[in-house]
């Protein structure tokens, strides 16, 4: 997928009222791209374009953690919340397991 087509993706997970700006979206898509690379490759990766084409097998769910991320905004780290008697509880504010077990560490032969 091309960024742009990352983006339409992500746009189309959004209700119309939730709706936000291409620059968001790309700041998150990069925010998530970058989470994403640092657990495929933990230890880094030489060959550049090897790492780009191993990505991109990630693309929906590099979108997925972006739109979480989004949908996180101002509520970062909180795990439970309760209007009436405000109590919220938080965790570590990362991002979910179901989304992170997608992703697989990427292992070769040096």
């Known amino acids: 997928m091309t960024d742009s087509e990352k983006i339409t ?18 700041s998150f898509l990069a925010m998530a791209e970058e989470i994403a690379r640092e657990k495929v490759f933990s230890f880094g990766c030489a060959d550049e ?7 991109h097998r990630y693309d929906r769910t590099i979108c997925r953690i972006a739109v979480f991320l989004i949908n996180k905004r101002g509520a ?8 009436s008697t405000a109590e ?18 990427y292992c070769g032969v040096l």
């Open 9 to 26: 993706y992500m746009d189309s997970l959004f209700a119309e009222e939730d709706k936000v700006s291409t620059e968001v979206l790309s």
């Open 88 to 105: 919220r509880t938080y965790e570590n504010g990362d991002i979910p397991d179901s989304l992170m077990k997608k992703l697989i560490p």
């Open 76 to 83: 970062e780290g909180e795990k439970a919340h309760m209007e």
């Open 49 to 55: 374009r090897k790492a780009e084409s191993i990505l």
